[in-house]
C-alpha cells in the first residue's frame, strides 16, 4: 500500500531520502503552492508536479537531469538555424504569454498539467522576482520561449514550447550563451530525457545534486532581471 507524507499548510517538507521508489521521486502531497513553499521546496531539490484533479504531489526525482550550462551542446546545425534564424531574444519580457503557451495543448499530449492554479503559483513567483523567462521572437510573433525560477546560481527549468522548429532549443541556448551575465552554474531539467541529453543534459544523482545546491542555492541571484529583445544572432559568436 502506498504510503506518502501528506503536508498541512506551512508544514517542513520531509528529508528527501523519504521519497518513494515507485513511483521513482514521489515525497509528498497536500500543502499550497505559495511563493514562500515554493521557494522552500526548490531550495531542497522538490518541485510540484500534478493533474489538475489531483492534490499538489512533491517530486525528488533520483537521479536527476541537469545541465552544466558550459557544456550545452549545440550541434552545428543548430548553430547555422540560430544564426541564420533571423530571431530575437529577450528575458522576461512576456512571462504571462510564455507559461500559458507551455500549458497550450500539444499533439501527442492533449491535456497540461500546468494548471490555472500552477500558472498563479508561477505568476506569483515571477512577481516576486524568483521566475524568469526567456522569449524567442520572429518579428513581434513569440514563436518559443521557457519559464522556470532562479535562486541564487540556480535556474530550475520548467517548460518550454516552440511555434517553430528549434525555437524552445534558442530558448535553452540562451541560458547557456548568458550563463555569465546570468550567474547561473547549474540548469535543471528534473527528468529524463533523451531530447534534452542529446543537448548536453546530464543525470546525476539525487546526493550529487544537493551537493550542488548546497554550494549554489542559498546565495542572492543574480539574474539581471528584464532584458528587451536582441538579435540571437549576437549570442552564437
Known sequence: MLSLYWLEPGDPFPSTEEALDHPPGL????????????????KEGI??????EEPPLWWTPDP?????????????RLQRRLRNARWSVSLDQAFPEVIRACAEPRPDQPGTWI???MIEAYEGLFHAGHGHSVEIWRDDQLIGGLYGLQLGR????????????????????TLSALRGELGIRLLDAQVDSGHLRSLGAELITRTRFEHYL??????????????????LAELTG
Do not use: I
Open 115 to 117: 494548471s490555472p492554479a
Open 154 to 173: 540556480v535556474f530550475f527549468g520548467e517548460s518550454m514550447f516552440s511555434r517553430e522548429p528549434d525555437a524552445s532549443k534558442a530558448a535553452l541556448f
Open 64 to 76: 536527476r537531469l541537469v545541465f552544466f550550462p558550459e557544456r550545452f551542446h549545440c550541434a552545428r
Open 47 to 52: 518541485f510540484p508536479w500534478f493533474n489538475p
Open 214 to 231: 548546497a554550494q549554489w542555492v542559498h546565495g542572492p541571484s543574480t539574474h539581471p532581471g528584464p532584458r528587451p529583445a536582441r538579435p
Open 27 to 42: 515525497l509528498a502531497a497536500g500543502g499550497t503552492l505559495d511563493t514562500p513553499t515554493l521557494v522552500a521546496a526548490y
